[in-house]
């Protein structure tokens, strides 16, 4: 990545919006970014310290300074709550001059620190949450929402899937927001590419662990694929469900929202033939395997985890943000991805499928990359977001 863009970024997190093109300086003489993330909760291991371990790299990549200040680093736990989240926020701003918030794994947690940043004016940098509010009608002048939204999974996985064969779906689906807008975004991409959805189950969540009802269910519908409306430790769980009743025996999962991390809970015997669409996958290319493997051997990593989409989401997000609405973004994770006026970064998307343990030749050789999704295709226009304060040029 080029370091004109890195110091672009430092300076804009630097101050308030403005105060730079105004000579105003670096405003407290520290930069310091702030990783707000879910350290202990279900999404822990998909983001939480390994968010925080992306972001330092980011920072002693650049080289720890700009013009002679020092770039700090602060985390903190927000429990997904949105509450929490933002308390943690407007106190990092108000009494800690953090400049720049990255992370939040959580569309609500993310949607609480929104309109908190706009008022400060600090920047935040979304790579958890999946809701495409952020870039929509919540949208504001300082936010970016950097490696996937709902959109993106629907139309990667459903449409995608349909057109490999999978034309009948049933989905397991998460009853709350998040898990809702995914089952409604992906059951309108399938219906639109020609397939049809059967029926749907839907459980409380966080606190169910037994799933064998909603897959019982899920198997007597008889669809090609089950849909997957859930994030985190319930898709491990319906996937340990679905395995142990016999469902993956005659249907297909299709997992909406799935991680590396949860791969490797689950391990191949059990996750095998997933489908799924990411962001980013740590054996790609060459570029990626390096970034990655420097990831998983840093003496912080300590239960030495390959990266997920979201880890890699925060490093790149730290590094390429400044000039965002003019330059395109390239590096490990994104090839020729820029950030439109809505805040939406827009790069391509990856639709694989779980190897079998036959296939898989060295740890962590989990995907098979069954098609690289354009971006224009992958995420939604600036018009289908109707952000208002995106105006079209």
Wanted: charged share 20%; aromatic share 8%; hydrophobic share 40%.
């Amino acid at each position: 990545m080029k370091k004109a863009c890195c110091i672009a970024l430092i300076l804009a997190l630097a101050a308030p919006a403005g105060a730079l093109a105004q000579g105003k300086g670096i405003s407290d003489g520290v930069v310091k970014i702030g990783v707000l993330t879910d350290m202990t909760g279900y999404y822990s291991d998909l983001a939480g310290p390994g968010s925080v371990l992306a972001a330092r790299m980011a920072i002693d990549d650049f080289g720890g300074k700009v013009e002679g200040k020092p770039i700090q680093l602060v985390s903190a736990d927000h429990q997904l709550k949105a509450d929490v989240a933002s308390n943690i926020a407007r106190k990092w701003i108000d009494e800690q001059q953090v400049d720049a918030l990255v992370d939040l794994v959580s569309s609500s947690t993310a949607l609480a620190v929104m309109p908190i940043v706009n008022e400060k004016k600090r920047v935040a940098l979304f790579s958890g949450p999946g809701t495409t509010a952020i870039t929509g009608d919540k949208c504001n002048a300082y936010t970016v929402h950097y490696t996937y939204n709902n959109w993106a999974l629907a139309n990667g996985t459903g449409r995608e899937v349909v057109q490999q064969g999978g034309k009948s779906w049933f989905f397991i689906t998460a009853d709350y927001a998040f898990g809702k807008s995914l089952e409604e975004d992906t059951s309108a991409v399938v219906k639109a590419a020609g397939g049809k959805v059967l029926g749907s189950v839907r459980f409380p969540s966080p606190g169910t662990t037994d799933f064998s009802s909603y897959v019982l269910q899920a198997q007597s519908s008889g669809a090609q694929i089950v849909g997957l409306a859930n994030a985190g430790q319930d898709t491990v769980n319906s996937i340990k469900a679905a395995t142990e009743y016999g469902l993956t025996k005659t249907q297909k999962l299709a997992g909406l929202l799935i991680f590396i991390s949860d791969i490797h809970s689950l391990g191949l015997q059990t996750a095998q033939g997933l489908y799924a669409t990411t962001a980013f996958y740590w054996d790609r290319d060459e570029e990626s395997r390096k970034w990655a493997k420097r990831f998983q051997q840093d003496p912080d990593n300590k239960k030495k985890a390959m990266p997920t989409m979201v880890q890699a989401g925060v490093y790149s997000s730290d590094a390429v943000m400044a000039k965002m609405r003019d330059l395109p973004v390239n590096d490990f994770f994104a090839h020729g991805g820029r950030i439109g006026p809505d805040g939406l970064h827009r790069h391509d998307m990856y639709l694989v499928q779980v190897k079998t343990p036959q296939e898989s030749k060295y740890p962590w050789d989990y995907y098979k990359i069954l098609k690289t999704i354009p971006a224009a295709q992958a995420f939604p226009s600036v018009e289908q977001q109707k952000c208002p304060i995106a105006v079209k040029k």
